[in-house]
């Protein structure tokens, strides 16, 4: 059973930035496509940012149009970790993120990091 474990969230003031990280237990985040999701209250989980599966560090990266350009997720296949850099943050970012593999079937999800942003 994977585990994921999410840390990193906050508070913090607009246009402030923070830095997610995701730490999955095995060997995995290598092997799959990673991908960091968020759920504002009363709304449903979404898809925030995206990056392929590689045996090397890095790979081919997607996310949602509205964080393009301030949100840059990234993977670091030796420490098992995914990231995700969030600059410029806006009170509409304000959610409980979550990462996850993209391609279903997900596994469990974690508990999530919290982040607010006050405008």
């Known amino acids: 059973q994977v585990q994921l474990v999410e840390s990193g969230g906050g508070l913090v003031q607009a246009g402030g930035s923070l830095r997610l990280s995701c730490a999955a237990s095995?060997?995995?985040?290598?092997?799959?496509?990673m991908g960091w999701y968020r759920q504002a209250p009363g709304k449903q989980r979404e898809f925030v940012a995206g990056?392929?599966?590689?045996?090397?560090?890095?790979?081919?990266?997607k996310y949602l149009d509205s964080v393009k350009g301030r949100l840059t997720i990234s993977r670091d296949n030796t420490r098992n970790m995914v990231y995700l850099q969030m600059n410029s943050l806006k009170p509409e970012d304000t959610a409980v993120y979550y990462c996850?593999?993209?391609?279903?079937?997900?596994?469990?999800w974690g508990q999530g990091t919290q982040v607010t942003v006050s405008s």
């Open positions: 990056i392929d599966g590689s045996i090397t560090s890095g790979g081919n990266t």
């Open positions: 095995g060997s995995i985040v290598s092997r799959y496509a």
């Open positions: 996850n593999r993209v391609q279903p079937p997900q596994w469990s």
